[in-house]
């Protein structure tokens, strides 16, 4: 069972944080900000596009490599974190907090249960 | 740390654009220990570097002193850029690490019809110490030999206490570099960084060439690309027209037919970075196609920005197509910063 505020993960190295409401938090890891590097520039959904699960719905730029950023899950685009355009340097400073992405209404919060958790994203970035 | 052609080395110490801005405003260092050092000595060895490199270092005034050139192949293709210097008794070449034994392998088989000794120095290390600051930094390390470096000018350099130093470098900055001996090398970097100096990562070294508009090999040269293609015809000598190099009847033949292909800069206001092989097009000439040979975000401008090889044209904006969009930039100089300046003259 999951708890509310509890972080699950993709393989794919984002992570998403439900609330009470079903609304889904999504940004990229720790780990992710780490081998991208220095991040320039970041492309955001628009707000109301719907997305399914695992659909490319962001773009991260780094000094290295341009990356799609996938929804975890489905649903419906309701805010994203405009900061991010000018100052996309935030993700490797904060990627769990003030460097979050977009938030979605999900379709069906209880698929939030079928992502990795802590210990399985750790583990399948390890191997 | 990455595998860089058998070299274990540091894309970043930590940000890769804090390093590049502490080159452009302060004083960085750089591990470039992975050059190939090659040393020439014999009494051909003018003689064989006149022959091997498209540069003539009949015009270095004294020991010390570097130019930099391509070497070629017989059909005008770059097969490295390089450093050529003079030492007391014979040349110098510091040649790429990624193209080490393509060169050995040529210049091995050059080098046998002359009366020369070829040494590659592997018992050296190399530092480079680059910035504004980086006088100040250096004058602060107690090597009493890169004080005798003051009164010279750039590409100039100067020999003692087995370290060869010299007013060159890789990021458009004033700097130095040091050729040593491995322990001394450690403590020059030890009292480099107390002085102030940054440690200065493989990504930091690559934007700030990029700005400064400096090939590297694989990306804007190869053995197909001549060095008309990749801004390098001021490196060509041909002042002396009895001296031969290998290429050279080629060159000539390419210039007398004219030149198709030009290296440029490109600057784009959209937030999307180019990568090398990037296709480039222009709007008003649709059979014509360019290619990226190196894109990054520049640090300094906060933009992103190219060097871009493009046929010989008057076009003053190209676009590619990336991720499904349009993207353009403006075409200009293959250079972007010179001392912190901004450089970049785009086209009118």
């Known amino acids: ?127 | 740390m990455v595998d860089f052609h058998g070299w274990s080395m540091p894309i970043n110490y930590g940000s890769q654009i804090t390093e590049h801005n502490a080159v452009r405003e302060n004083c960085g260092i750089f591990d470039v220990s992975h050059m190939t050092i090659l040393d020439f000595h014999g009494e051909d060895s003018e003689l064989f570097i006149r022959k091997l490199i498209a540069n003539d270092v009949k015009k270095l005034k004294q020991d010390f002193e570097g130019l930099y050139s391509a070497m070629l192949n017989d059909n005008g293709g770059v097969i490295d850029d390089l450093i050529a210097y003079r030492l007391d008794s014979g040349y110098r070449l510091v040649v790429n690490c990624a193209t080490r034994g393509e060169d050995l392998k040529w210049i091995s088989t050059k080098v046998k019809d002359y009366e020369v000794e070829m040494i590659e120095r592997d018992d050296l290390s190399m530092v480079a110490i680059q910035g504004p600051k980086s006088s100040e930094v250096l004058s602060k390390c107690p090597a009493p030999i890169v004080r005798a470096l003051e009164s010279k000018k750039k590409q100039q350099g100067v020999f003692g206490n087995n370290m060869f130093a010299t007013k060159t470098g890789y990021t458009g900055e004033m700097g130095f570099e040091v050729i040593l001996p491995h322990d001394q090398a450690i403590n020059l970097w030890k009292n480099a960084v107390e002085a102030g100096a940054e440690p200065i990562g493989l990504g930091a070294r690559d934007t700030l060439r990029l700005e400064a508009g400096m090939n590297l090999y694989g990306f804007e040269m190869n053995e197909s690309i001549s060095p008309y293609e990749c801004n390098m015809t001021w490196t060509v000598d041909l002042k002396d027209e009895k001296r031969s190099f290998f290429g050279k009847e080629s060159l000539l033949k390419q210039a007398s037919e004219g030149q198709h292909l030009e290296l440029v800069g490109l600057i784009l206001d959209d937030r999307t970075i180019l990568r090398q092989g990037q296709k480039l097009q222009f709007v008003s000439s649709a059979d014509l196609e360019g290619i990226v040979t190196s894109g990054t975000y520049s640090p300094t401008l906060k933009k992103p920005i190219a060097l871009a090889r493009i046929p010989k044209t008057t076009e003053q904006i190209c676009f590619a197509e990336v991720r499904g969009k349009k993207v353009f930039a403006k075409i200009g100089t293959p250079r972007f910063i010179k001392e912190g300046q901004f450089i970049f003259k785009e086209r009118t």
């Open chain 1, 1 to 127: 069972m999951s708890t509310t505020n509890e972080i699950r993960y993709l393989a794919s190295h984002e992570w998403g944080r439900i609330d009470e409401e079903g609304i889904l938090t999504v940004g990229i890891s720790d780990h992710a900000q780490d081998l991208l590097g220095d991040i320039v520039f970041v492309e955001l959904p628009d707000i109301g596009k719907t997305l399914e699960a695992e659909e490319e719905s962001a773009i991260v730029e780094s000094v290295k490599a341009a990356s799609d950023v996938y929804s975890p899950l489905s649903g419906e685009v309701i805010e994203v974190n405009e900061k991010l355009l000018d100052e996309p340097e935030i993700v490797n400073g904060s990627p769990y907090e003030e460097g979050w992405f977009f938030k979605i209404r999900l379709d069906d919060g209880s698929e939030f249960e079928n992502l990795m958790t802590e210990e399985e994203y750790t583990n399948s970035c390890e191997e």
